[in-house]
């Protein structure tokens, strides 16, 4: 039973942007922060940004004005703009909910 389902990667030129989506269940989505985690190749997962149930929000100091993260009550679904991405932005994002994990979504950005 997929309870988080990511969408929206995809691959886009420096300084391009991208918005990622994470649809949740009902009770998943209104009982938990929200965020959004990224893995590059031979690099650990590292959290980008998250949402709380209460909206307040944390970013990643690597993406601090450039992505905002918001989510949406009606929809079940969270989402992550990315404005100005780098090459260094490259990875597989996951949508996490407490300990549930999306299947991953691919951005890879390059010229």
């Known amino acids: 039973q997929v309870q988080l389902v990511e969408s929206g990667g995809g691959l886009v030129q420096p300084g391009g942007s991208l918005r990622l989506s994470c649809a949740a269940s009902v009770l998943i989505f209104r009982l938990n922060t929200m965020s959004w985690y990224r893995q590059a190749p031979g690099k650990e997962r590292e959290l980008v940004a998250k949402?709380?149930?209460?909206?307040?929000?944390n970013y990643a100091d690597s993406v601090k004005g450039r992505f905002t993260i918001s989510r949406d009550n009606a929809k079940n679904t969270v989402y992550l703009q990315m404005n100005s991405l780098k090459f260094e932005d490259t990875a597989v994002y996951y949508c996490?909910?407490?300990?549930?994990w999306g299947q991953g979504t691919q951005v890879t950005v390059s010229s």
């Open positions: 949402i709380t149930t209460g909206f307040n929000t």
């Open positions: 996490n909910a407490g300990s549930l």
